[in-house]
């Protein structure tokens, strides 16, 4: 039904229900009709706002993971120092052990945006099957969860692997 037809059924209804409810036409109504757009839009807000939220949500989340992924890789490389001073000493170049910490932090990253995945498609079905309110899993949700989470940890583990790339072969000796 268009807008117009819409309109003139609402003006129908509203005249309809003033006379059962005997309004007086000097009187406003003491009822309200509410159009299929009217819940479309409270419908949108509502989802509007809860998507803005777990957004909101999320973002926090991903930026305190980050923050403890690159905890973890600043200590593996503390940890590591000898091992590093090691490499070095026997000719590794920088980039390849600038490579080696990056891509554990990516590999740890990944891994935990798969289980996340994993785990939030068994909620779905989960909720599905409890609740049977219909569940959908895109497969475009699944690949921005891992490209995500990849991102997550090449941008937090690009300092410690930066860090790591630097240390003087010497120094990375000595250090006990």
Same mark, same amino acid.
Request: one cysteine or more.
């Given at each position: 039904?268009?807008?117009?037809?819409?309109?003139?059924a609402?003006?129908q209804?509203?005249?309809?229900?003033?006379?059962?409810r005997?309004?007086?036409?000097?009187?406003?109504?003491?009822?309200?009709?509410?159009?299929d757009?009217?819940?479309?839009?409270?419908?949108?807000?509502?989802?509007?706002?809860?998507v803005?939220?777990?957004?909101? +949500?999320s973002s *926090? !989340?991903?930026i @305190?993971?980050?923050i %403890? $992924?690159?905890?973890?890789?600043?200590?593996?490389?503390?940890? #590591?120092?000898?091992?590093?001073g090691?490499r070095?000493?026997?000719?590794?170049?920088?980039?390849?052990?600038?490579?080696?910490f990056?891509i554990?932090a990516?590999i740890?990253?990944?891994?935990?945006?798969?289980?996340?995945?994993?785990?939030?498609?068994?909620?779905?079905?989960?909720?599905?099957?409890?609740?049977g309110l219909?569940t959908?899993?895109?497969a +475009?949700?699944? *690949? !921005?969860?891992? @490209?995500?989470?990849? %991102? $997550?940890?090449?941008f937090?583990?690009?300092?410690?692997?930066? #860090?790591?790339?630097?240390?003087?072969?010497?120094?990375?000796?000595r250090?006990e």
């Amino acid at each position: 039904m268009d807008e117009q037809h819409t309109d003139a059924a609402i003006i129908q209804i509203k005249s309809v229900l003033r006379l059962r409810r005997h309004v007086p036409a000097n009187r406003v109504d003491d009822f309200e009709v509410f159009s299929d757009d009217a819940f479309l839009t409270l419908y949108n807000t509502i989802t509007g706002g809860i998507v803005a939220l777990m957004m909101l +949500i999320s973002s *926090i !989340a991903l930026i @305190v993971g980050g923050i %403890g $992924v690159m905890n973890i890789m600043l200590v593996a490389v503390t940890e #590591r120092t000898r091992e590093i001073g090691v490499r070095k000493a026997l000719g590794a170049p920088r980039r390849a052990i600038l490579l080696q910490f990056l891509i554990e932090a990516v590999i740890l990253t990944a891994v935990g945006g798969l289980v996340g995945i994993a785990l939030g498609a068994g909620v779905a079905t989960t909720v599905r099957a409890v609740s049977g309110l219909p569940t959908y899993v895109s497969a +475009i949700s699944v *690949i !921005a969860g891992v @490209v995500v989470s990849t %991102g $997550v940890g090449i941008f937090c583990g690009l300092y410690p692997a930066m #860090r790591a790339s630097r240390l003087d072969p010497v120094e990375a000796l000595r250090y006990e």
